[in-house]
């Protein structure tokens, strides 16, 4: 088990687009065992961005093909976010999240889908993703997406294709 939120009592850290003059608000609430990342996007003052971000850590990630998510979806598209350094800019890696509406779910997602990203645009010639490397998870949701959202997940665990 990679992140158990039956377990963990820290909630990841806000960083939405306030910090560029927007109003986009968002939490990540730890309740009963399952976190919930949640608030309201705007696109207000040039905003449009909603994030959480899991403090720098060393994740056990070596060896595996991708993760696996338990998460009850709303509707909306999210973005999975890995960050190879622990500076609070730069180049991260996303891969789309869309999960089901109301609805529990496991969601396998190959490390290979991963794009190396810079404030919303693809960079270009970047090396793919490290997973031994990974030194934080964060979870986004974007893409003009106006109004309030709510994901819910009981626990990030890793996976391997083929048994090893």
Same mark, same amino acid.
């Given at each position: 088990?990679?992140?158990d939120f039956g377990k963990c009592a820290d909630p990841w850290l806000s960083i &939405? &687009?306030?910090?560029?003059?927007?109003?986009?608000?968002?939490?990540?609430?730890?309740? &009963?065992?399952?976190?919930? *990342?949640?608030?309201?996007?705007? #696109?207000?003052? $040039?905003g449009g961005f909603a994030s959480v971000r899991s403090r720098p850590s060393v !994740?056990?990630?070596?060896? @595996?093909?991708? +993760?696996? #998510?338990?998460?009850?979806?709303?509707?909306?598209? /999210?973005?999975?976010?890995?960050?190879?350094? =622990?500076?609070?800019? $730069?180049?991260? /890696?996303?891969?789309? @999240?869309?999960?089901?509406? =109301?609805?529990?779910? &496991?969601?396998?997602?190959? *490390?290979?889908? *991963? %794009?190396?990203? *810079?404030?919303?645009?693809?960079?270009?010639? !970047?090396?793919?993703?490290?997973?031994?490397?990974?030194?934080? #998870?964060? +979870?986004?949701?974007?893409?003009?997406?106006?109004?309030?959202? %709510? +994901?819910?997940?009981?626990?990030?665990?890793?996976? %391997?294709?083929?048994?090893?």
């Amino acid at each position: 088990m990679i992140v158990d939120f039956g377990k963990c009592a820290d909630p990841w850290l806000s960083i &939405d &687009d306030v910090v560029m003059g927007g109003v986009s608000h968002s939490e990540m609430v730890v309740e &009963d065992g399952v976190a919930a *990342f949640q608030g309201t996007l705007s #696109l207000d003052n $040039g905003g449009g961005f909603a994030s959480v971000r899991s403090r720098p850590s060393v !994740f056990p990630l070596a060896g @595996l093909d991708g +993760l696996l #998510l338990r998460v009850k979806g709303d509707g909306n598209r /999210y973005r999975l976010r890995l960050r190879t350094t =622990d500076a609070s800019d $730069g180049v991260s /890696y996303e891969a789309v @999240l869309e999960p089901f509406a =109301d609805e529990w779910e &496991d969601l396998a997602v190959p *490390f290979t889908s *991963f %794009r190396p990203v *810079f404030r919303g645009r693809t960079v270009e010639g !970047f090396p793919p993703l490290d997973p031994a490397a990974v030194r934080t #998870l964060g +979870l986004m949701i974007s893409d003009r997406q106006e109004g309030p959202f %709510r +994901l819910e997940l009981a626990s990030i665990d890793g996976w %391997r294709a083929t048994p090893g």
